[in-house]
């Protein structure tokens, strides 16, 4: 449903370069919150939902020099996701960690089995660990996300050829880690 | 509608992997599906993206070619207010770190600029409070300006300068640049001076000849005429008036005496 709506909403506002930069804004929220709340999602960041409002009110200030419609809103709403991500594992670089243990909060746990009976999504946002950094930020910005190659390239700073093979690689690396899991939960 | 989206998603994952030559796996495609379901969730909007919406809300949600002109005059007036509150938020989240980072590079560098302006100028300041370097500027200062100043009239200067050298041998040799103006009052001096006991003469000599000159050379000719005036300035007031009285006197007698003999 959201898919249908943001792609007519994005034919819709494909000609609206001098629109009404409110409309242009709830426009974008409605289209474009989920997937940049499941980019953020895939890519472990903490508390996506806080980041994702941090995104859109970034977003809103910069709606006046924006061009290209719904399409260059939807490549500057990622941006500013991507730095955001960025800046939360440069975060998590500085931080020391020094948590003490407390065994409520330890993640050494089987998974839920509710989880793993409906299929539910929480399992889907640790899909993508243990692949490799750029892997995994072309597989959100692709799949979760929903962009182009175009734009991921611009987003990442590659050209388009080093995103298909960065896509590629990583999917083949997706299936060998899928395979062992598949594997780990049949054992 | 949910069954579009749906068939939409799964033609999206069977395209990905019809790119990557992976078309016919089994167990990836379940697996990006179940990625992809990620986005679909939309969150609740906080409340300051939420006041934003109720701006575009009351324009008129979806009208964007036929949106009245009544609902739009206060979407307009609420979008000058809203960027600078958005900004504020901005700026103070910990989300905009690069910005922090870059305004902390600028500060540091202009922190760094106004520390080495600061020393150049405290050095340049230290250095020339230096005494040395101050005397050396004066030194050349008159240097030049005798040099301008004794270039045009020369001819006229060496004429008054001659007559001092006989009146004053030891003080007129270092102050003669800048004692050149005054040279007739040095050349006056010595005339009053051997009225005077001998001891006062050294005394007086130095004074009017190096005032106008310099006065850190004060105790440099007064160490000078201690050993030498007591025989100079003897001679001194003597040369100028023996000879004078006697080049009139002598031919008077040189011819009188001819006058017994015969």
Known sequence: MLDTLAQAETEEFENTAGADPAVLFAAAYRSFAGPVQGYLKARGVDDPEAVTQDVFLAFYPRIESLTGGLQGAKSLIFSIAHARMVDHYRRLERRPHLTPYDPHDDARTSPSAEEDAAGITGGAAAMLEGLADEHQEVLALRIVADLSIEQVAAIMGKSTGAIKQLQRRALQNLKAQTLKRNQANHE | ?262
């Open chain 2, 1 to 262: 509608m949910s069954d579009i989206a749906g068939s939409r998603s799964e033609g999206f994952v069977d395209q990905l992997l019809l790119e990557a030559d992976l078309d016919d796996d089994g167990q990836l495609r379940p697996a990006l599906l179940q990625l992809r379901a990620l986005g679909t969730e939309v969150p609740e909007p906080s409340a300051a993206v939420a006041a934003l919406l109720g701006g575009a809300h009351a324009a008129g949600p979806g009208e964007t070619s036929a949106a009245p002109a009544d609902p739009a005059e206060p979407a307009a007036a609420d979008s000058p207010a809203a960027p600078v509150n958005v900004r504020a938020g901005t700026t103070g989240s910990p989300g905009d770190e690069l910005a922090a980072r870059r305004r902390a590079k600028r500060r540091a560098a202009l922190t760094a600029l106004t520390l080495g302006v600061t020393l150049t100028a405290g050095g340049a300041v230290a250095a020339a409070s230096d005494q040395g370097i101050r005397d050396s500027f004066t030194h050349l200062n008159h240097a030049v300006t005798s040099f301008v100043t004794g270039s045009g009239p020369a001819g006229q200067r060496q004429a008054p300068v001659p007559p001092t050298q006989p009146g004053e041998p030891a003080a007129p040799a270092p102050v003669s640049p800048a004692a050149v103006p005054t040279a007739p009052v040095p050349a006056e001096a010595p005339a009053g001076v051997p009225a005077s006991d001998a001891p006062a003469v050294p005394e007086g000599v130095p004074s009017p000849a190096v005032t106008p000159g310099k006065p850190a050379g004060v105790p440099a000719p007064g160490s000078l005429p201690t050993a030498v005036p007591t025989e100079v300035t003897d001679r001194l007031p003597q040369r100028p008036q023996v000879p004078l009285p006697e080049v009139p006197q002598l031919p008077l007698p040189t011819t009188l005496p001819a006058a017994p003999h015969q």
